[in-house]
């Protein structure tokens, strides 16, 4: 299963709505995971199950879809959002990740 | 705390092989799914292998199928992925990470070790 995102990159300013696509080669229900990752570090889980909100993560972060397109929404980015998010596919073995979308600041 | 901690990385020659650690504290270990995530110098994410709680299911990416080996030791708390017959495009940093519960995604990762191929 191959996953694509869009954009891969984006410049965009503190109070901004952003939302990132991720698409799927073919169905994977609601196995659909986001992370961030910042430079340096390791990736952080932000949603599972394409919509859940993982504990601690600020409710500014949503995800939505199903099937094979899905969505990341940050509703007013933050200064500690700049980064980069992946998606990740569950439904199959061989976890695939998506390419990235780095989010930086215009 | 939940942490995970990796080791073993390094600089090898190609063709040669490495052997990473990951040693798991603050949660019941052998109740976890574990995975090896890699990601090659300014690249993005590649998932590398996968391994069930009691170690009896394992996946590998393509791309290292029949070259690396995971395994597990549940009374050591602890990860392992062999590597063999490395390549250059091997070169990454590994982080071990916990799936959370079946299709939920990975919930905790290491800090990562890096593993350098090159002559």
């Known amino acids: 299963i191959q996953l694509t995102q869009s954009p891969s990159f984006l410049s965009a300013s503190v109070g901004d709505r952003v939302t990132i696509t991720c698409r799927a080669s073919q169905g994977i229900s609601s196995y659909l995971a986001w992370y961030q990752q910042k430079p340096g570090k390791a990736p952080k889980l932000l949603i599972y199950?394409?919509?859940t909100l993982q504990s601690g993560v600020p409710s500014r972060f949503s995800g939505s879809g199903s099937g094979t397109e899905f969505t990341l929404t940050i509703s007013s980015l933050q200064p500690e959002d700049f980064a980069t998010y992946y998606c990740q596919q569950l439904n199959s073995f061989l976890f695939t990740f998506g390419p990235g979308t780095k989010v930086d600041i215009k | 705390e939940v942490q995970l901690v990796e080791s073993g990385g390094g600089l090898v020659q190609p063709g040669g092989s490495l052997r990473l650690s990951c040693a798991a504290s603050?949660?019941?270990?052998?109740?976890?799914?574990m995975n090896w995530v890699r990601q090659a110098p300014g690249k993005g994410l590649e998932w590398v292998s996968y391994i069930s709680s009691s170690g009896s299911t394992i996946y590998y990416a393509d791309s290292v199928k029949g070259r690396f080996t995971i395994s597990r030791d549940n009374a050591k708390n602890s990860l392992y992925l062999q590597m063999n017959s490395l390549r250059a495009e091997d070169t990454a940093v590994y982080y071990c990470?916990?799936?959370?519960?079946?299709?939920?995604?990975?919930?905790?990762w290491g800090q990562g070790t890096l593993v350098t191929v090159s002559s």
């Open positions: 199950a394409a919509s």
């Open positions: 603050g949660f019941t270990f052998s109740s976890y799914e």
């Open positions: 990470a916990r799936e959370a519960f079946m299709g939920l995604g990975f919930d905790y």
